[in-house]
């Protein structure tokens, strides 16, 4: 079955902590895998996706295949990052995508 | 519009009752989704128009449910005899062209209509 799993509902870290937001998939082909965010009050919206290996507000995520991963990471920590964030996959020959449960980071002061 | 426009934002209605979802999308954007998000879940997949016709349905449900885009713009996600289980936000989203595996997926996402069925 095609899965998202996002194992921790809440993450709260101090500002300068390093954080990383866990994602693993289920999926058996090759995967195409995004984060979204969304701010308080805000729509949902694109953080980054795997294949443009990107960095986005201080944000990287690499796919692991081997354990069948894409955490999210960010080494320092800020008040503004406070945020709801998904991650999804986009199985292939299909634009659907299937999103996890979601993690909220709070960033303390 | 210079963003995709969800109305109402907020919606109560008997169980039992019929009620309409309006989306608009970005002007020019061909795609089309919509998605429900149940309270603690992520978003999930009802239904993707290109253009006028419903591409995939696929996500719908059950037979209560049904959506509209008559002139490739503003859609409209009806529901009938709704039921408590309904209560959720309706997400949708459009994008510029139809998806292409390998490219850009970026939908740009509404706000949202958050049902309530009491």
């Known amino acids: 079955a095609q899965r998202v799993t996002q194992p921790e509902k809440l993450l709260s870290v101090f500002k300068g902590a390093p954080v990383e937001l866990k994602c693993n998939y289920s999926?058996?082909?090759?995967?195409?895998l995004f984060w979204y965010v969304q701010y308080s009050r805000q729509r949902l919206q694109l953080l980054l996706r795997h294949i443009s290996r990107e960095s986005i507000k201080g944000f990287t995520a690499d796919l692991n295949k081997g354990e069948t991963s894409f955490h999210l990471k960010k080494p320092f920590a800020q008040e503004e990052d406070s945020a709801m964030y998904y991650c999804a996959l986009v199985p292939a020959g299909t634009y659907k995508y299937i999103f996890g449960t979601g993690t909220r980071l709070k960033v303390l002061a | 519009g210079a963003g995709v426009s969800q109305t109402p934002s907020n919606k109560v209605t008997e169980k039992g009752k019929y009620v309409e979802l309006r989306c608009d999308p970005i002007?020019?954007?061909?795609?089309l989704y919509w998605y429900r998000q149940s309270l603690g879940q992520g978003p999930e997949f009802l239904i993707y128009?290109?253009?006028?016709?419903?591409?995939?349905d696929s996500g719908l449900p059950n037979d209560r449910f049904f959506a509209v885009r008559p002139e490739g713009s503003v859609s409209t996600l009806k529901i009938q005899r709704t039921e408590r289980g309904d209560s959720a936000v309706y997400l949708c989203a459009s994008s510029l062209y139809p998806p292409v595996r390998g490219e850009y997926y970026g939908y740009t996402f509404g706000s949202g209509t958050r049902l309530t069925v009491v």
């Open positions: 999926y058996s082909g090759s995967p195409e």
């Open positions: 002007s020019g954007h061909t795609a």
């Open positions: 128009f290109q253009g006028t016709g419903a591409a995939d």
